[in-house]
């Protein structure tokens, strides 16, 4: 069971805000995240977690590549749009400056600074979420990023709850 000290540990971690973008057969996808870290230095691999509960993570579980777009404190309407709405009944890609990378993954024209991912593995160890691990193809970051944090975005409420997990095809 979790505690309180190890939700204030986290809290205090205060982790910087990303949206992971995917796509499978013209079928985008995307969503906030805030469990990442680059998990290898050379090679270049990094490393995100998906929730089950949602769109993203059945887009992901079939997809090669993914774009992690590391969001600024302006970016704050991104972050809601990807983290409190459901891609199964919201195209959140429309109306925005997208652009189609490697194997149709959307890359957002607001977050010029990115990561573009081969997915290496994928990782699920029972938990709400799973791991997709990916080898680093580019990388971008056109200047300075102060970046959005989780501490800036918990009054959020995720369009779907971590309960909700996807039962595996």
Do not use: N
Not at 107 to 116: E, Q, S
Not at 155 to 160: E, F, Q
Request: charged content about 20%; hydrophobic content about 45%.
């Amino acid at each position: 069971m979790v505690d309180g000290d190890f939700t204030a540990l986290m809290s205090a971690a205060d982790p910087a805000m990303i949206v992971v973008t995917t796509a499978v057969e013209g079928e985008p996808a995307g969503c906030l995240v805030g469990f990442h870290a680059q998990s290898s230095v050379l090679p270049a691999h990094y490393a995100v977690r998906l929730s089950k509960a949602i769109h993203t993570y059945r887009v992901g579980l079939r997809a090669s590549h993914f774009a992690v777009h590391l969001l600024s404190v302006h970016d704050i309407a991104l972050a809601e749009l990807f983290g409190t709405r459901s891609g199964m009944d919201t195209d959140k890609f429309s109306g925005l400056d997208v652009d189609l990378g490697v194997a149709g993954v959307p890359l957002l024209g607001a977050c010029p600074h990115r990561l573009l991912l081969e997915r290496i593995t994928l990782l699920d160890d029972g938990g709400d979420h799973v791991g997709v691990s990916g080898k680093v193809l580019s990388a971008q970051s056109p200047g300075r990023l102060e970046p959005l944090r989780l501490s800036a975005v918990a009054h959020l409420r995720a369009g779907h709850d971590s309960a909700e997990r996807a039962i595996r095809p």
